[in-house]
């Protein structure tokens, strides 16, 4: 099939190249436009003498039509002779030539340096051959190890100081789960990824069994980053350790069509990422980076027809301006119209994520609604769920200082 494809781009391009120089050729035995124009003027010249002659025209009028024609009989001689080159079916020969010089020596090179005894690869090599990359994987030290430290701006003398004070405390008490924490996000933040990865890799194990589906997904999401984008069978470990505790978890799910991906099993991660695009919310950090690859992705699996859903907005929760319209009512009025929205954002948050702002506005509105033991929970959720995120954890923070949880 290769070769009936190229035999036939080539035939059709070298034709589409020839066929002007051999319609050139077969204009060369055609009469040209002077010489036409040349038989005309010497008719008219007779058609003069004959004029003269039966005394329709005088002999002055005789003379001077005589030299106009015969300007023009002169000019058509010269156009005649003009056109008449030897050299222009030579040239189309020559270009010709070189047409099929450089068809033959494009065969050439390629069997010289192509492969052009390669048998078609069928679906079941192919799937065997991503098997065994899948089994090749590097483990999570070695992909570390090779993968490249972002660059982050160098922190200042004061800024340092913190996080070797942080380090230290971290050291000389290991399993705290807060200090854990916050060793993992500020390390992230330096690009000390596998100083990041162990610290909140510890923190899991510290949690045990109260560690989240969450807990384990953004997790897998750092081992990633720190593996250089690599999912190592480590980081597959806490994928599927999510995906047991909560088959719906969004981030999970997008790792493990990631997962698919890397490993040449693109049939198996569209249905995963489809169903994510479907889902939405759109404003999803990974339904974000599905929409722009999952072209390609469905087009590898086999889905070429495929058409993404149209962006969806997410359902709102309770904003500054409902804040604020609550404050006419009644204080019962109030409390249950701002507590029927917080419950509504609370359970959208829960069942489909959101984005930092979402979760920094839960925190605030169950502050205001006087659930603030619940509010803590909440808090803890986020931090663990936007864990490597600094600009993230950055709006939680935010969020809990201003409610005074901190």
């Known amino acids: 099939m290769f070769w009936i494809i190229c035999g036939a781009l080539t035939c059709f391009v070298g034709l589409a190249i020839a066929v002007p120089f051999l319609r050139k050729n077969s204009d060369l035995d055609d009469e040209p436009t002077a010489a036409y124009d040349l038989r005309i003027y010497r008719d008219q010249l007779r058609e003069v003498e004959r004029d003269l002659e039966r005394g329709v025209i005088d002999p002055a009028e005789a003379e001077r039509l005589r030299t106009e024609i015969g300007r023009k009989v002169l000019a058509a001689d010269r156009a005649v002779e003009a056109t008449a ?12 030539a070189v047409l099929a010089l450089i068809v033959g020596g494009a065969f050439g090179l390629y069997a010289y340096m192509g ?13 065997a051959e991503a098997e065994e990359s899948y089994r090749n994987r590097p483990s999570q030290e070695e992909a570390e190890a ?28 290991p399993d705290d789960p807060q200090g854990l924490m916050l060793l993992a996000q500020h390390e992230e933040q330096l690009g000390n990824l596998p100083a990041a990865r162990k610290a909140a890799q510890h923190l899991l194990e510290v949690r045990g069994k109260e560690a989240s589906a969450d807990d384990h997904a953004a997790l897998a999401a750092l081992m990633t980053d720190a593996a250089g984008g690599t999912i190592t069978p480590e980081a597959e470990e806490q994928i599927g350790t999510a995906l047991a ?53 469905a087009w590898l699996a086999g889905e070429p027809n495929y058409t993404p859903p149209e962006p969806r907005a997410a359902l709102p ?61 909440i808090l803890t959720e986020a931090r663990g769920r936007f864990g490597s995120d600094a600009e993230a954890s950055a709006m939680i923070e935010a969020a809990a200082k201003q409610a005074g949880l901190e």
């Not at 492969?115 to 799937?127: C, H, N, W």
């Not at 790792?255 to 890397?262: C, D, E, N, T, Y």
């Open 85 to 96: 080159t030897p050299t222009t079916r030579h040239d189309s020969i020559g270009a010709m």
């Open 115 to 127: 492969s052009p005894g390669l048998k078609d690869e069928p679906i079941v090599a192919r799937y």
């Open 146 to 173: 090779k993968a490249p430290k972002p660059e982050r701006p160098a922190p200042d003398a004061n800024y340092a100081e913190l996080i070797e004070r942080l380090r230290e405390a971290v050291a000389q008490n």
């Open 245 to 297: 505790m909560d088959r719906t978890n969004p981030r999970a799910r997008f790792l493990a069509g990631v997962l698919q991906w890397q490993n040449g099993r693109p049939d198996r991660a569209f249905p995963i990422w489809a169903a994510l695009l479907a889902e939405g919310p759109d404003d999803a950090p990974w339904n974000r980076i599905i929409r722009e690859r999952i072209p390609d992705l």
């Open 317 to 377: 929760g309770p904003s500054a301006e409902d804040m604020a319209a609550a404050e006419n009512l009644s204080p019962e009025e109030r409390q249950e119209f701002v507590a029927s929205m917080v419950k509504r954002l609370e359970a959208r948050l829960a069942t489909e994520g959101g984005t930092p702002d979402e979760w920094a506005r839960l925190i605030s509105s169950l502050v205001v609604i006087g659930q603030t033991d619940h509010a803590r929970d």
